[in-house]
């Protein structure tokens, strides 16, 4: 029994077909037969019962094909492993992603990746702008899904994933709560609620003051949870991003789009940045789950 020939059953289980299972793996669908026939010769046990042009698991084959693909995954994560004590780095992996976004798809991700990767430890931290880039350099995160706020470095891989459009979180009892849209202009008279560190509470304020011209009044908290909280008793509004243009909504907590003068939203770009001397098979892996869950 071969590796290829558990490979090639299990790609015919998966896809449901021969045909597809030969493209997968860009041989023939003779070869992905003969293969298969030949597993079931060395085993001496039908796993799949042939029915003209379609087919269907035996009792057997059914259970063959659980125990194989788990193999596989072993496996697989077991290349990975060795390929981190070769190049110095461990078969786990670290993602940063900020706290400030509204999305699902980081989560998704990691979700994905634990189920393509049992074996293999993911962790995903919350930070600031700031936050993730210092983590970043000090190589508590292998990677980070991030705004862009500065240029782009040589330094880093730096996959474009989306366009983040802004949004402020009032409460419904908040004056402004009945807008269609805010400018910053307008929330000058509101109190700004950042999510921060202590030690980049200035980073923050900053930003919000130099690159999007608010003057008004800063609240720092350390969740979003803690955030809307304050939100929610009407002691300020909150900055959020999501990757849709949508106009107000929620009811307890209003989201209404934030727009220039001109009455265009605000927005950012998203990326996937990682250090480029850091780069492994698993950060690319991942990268590549977020590009397909933002595509």
Not at 113 to 123: D, Y
Not at 232 to 239: E, L
Not at 245 to 250: D, F, I, T
Request: include cysteine; aromatic fraction near 10%; charge should be negative.
């Amino acid at each position: 029994m071969l590796m290829r020939q558990l490979e090639y059953f299990c790609a015919v289980c998966r896809s449901g077909s021969f045909t597809k299972a030969a493209e997968e793996n860009f041989v023939s669908q003779s070869a992905i037969s003969q293969q298969v026939k030949a597993l079931e010769g060395d085993l001496d046990i039908e796993l799949i019962e042939r029915r003209g042009r379609s087919f269907r698991l035996t009792p057997a084959g059914e259970h063959f094909y659980r125990k194989a693909a788990d193999i596989l995954a072993q496996l697989e994560d077991l290349r990975y492993e060795v390929q981190g004590i070769a190049g110095g780095y461990g078969a786990k992996l670290s993602v940063g992603y900020l706290n400030r976004y509204e999305g699902w798809e980081v989560q998704a991700a990691v979700a994905a990746f634990a189920a393509r990767h049992p074996h293999i430890e993911i962790n995903a931290i919350g930070g600031s702008h700031d936050e993730l880039y210092r983590m970043m350099l000090a190589g508590t995160v292998d990677m980070a899904f991030n705004d862009r706020r500065r240029e782009l470095s040589d330094d880093f891989e730096n996959r474009y994933l989306m366009t983040g459009y802004a949004y402020a979180e009032l409460s419904e009892s908040n004056p402004l709560a009945t807008a269609e849209r805010l400018t910053v202009g307008v929330l000058k008279n509101q109190t700004a609620i950042l999510i921060a560190s202590p030690e980049l509470e200035e980073v923050e304020r900053a930003f919000y003051r130099d690159h999007l011209n608010f003057d008004g009044e800063f609240l720092f908290v350390r969740s979003r949870e803690e955030g809307r909280m304050l939100v929610a008793g009407n002691h300020g509004f909150m900055p959020t991003e999501s990757r849709l243009a949508e106009g107000p909504s929620g009811t307890i907590l209003r989201r209404i789009p934030l727009t220039t003068s001109g009455d265009q939203q605000l927005s950012h770009e998203y990326y996937a940045f990682w250090l480029k001397s850091r780069t492994t098979p698993l950060v690319e892996e991942f990268a590549e789950i977020l590009e397909g869950l933002f595509a």
